[in-house]
Every structure is written in C-alpha cells, then in structure tokens.
C-alpha cells in the first residue's frame, strides 16, 4: 500500500524524499497512537 501511495502520490514531498515517506509515515502512525493512547487513558482514568 505505501509503495503505491508513494509511486500514484502527489508527487510533491513523495518525489523529494524518495524513500522518507515510509519512515515518516510510521513515525507519525507512532506518534498518532501513542497520542491516543494517551487521552483514553486520561478519560478512563478520571
């Protein structure tokens, strides 16, 4: 999936960063998740 997002892409950033994509793609998925993690933590919590 992410290997055609980054071919049928935009093209903008995808073209400039060839492989990066990936990289960053998983990062913000981190990051996105651990986020939410987070706030359901803090409404389960109270």
Known sequence: ???NDGVAGP???IA???GAPLTALG???VVIFFIA???I???FGQ
């Open 16 to 18: 400039r960063l060839d």
């Open 41 to 43: 933590s803090l409404i």
């Open 11 to 13: 093209g903008g950033p």
């Open 27 to 29: 990062i913000t998925s």
């Open 37 to 39: 993690l987070v706030v």
């Open 1 to 3: 999936m992410s290997k």
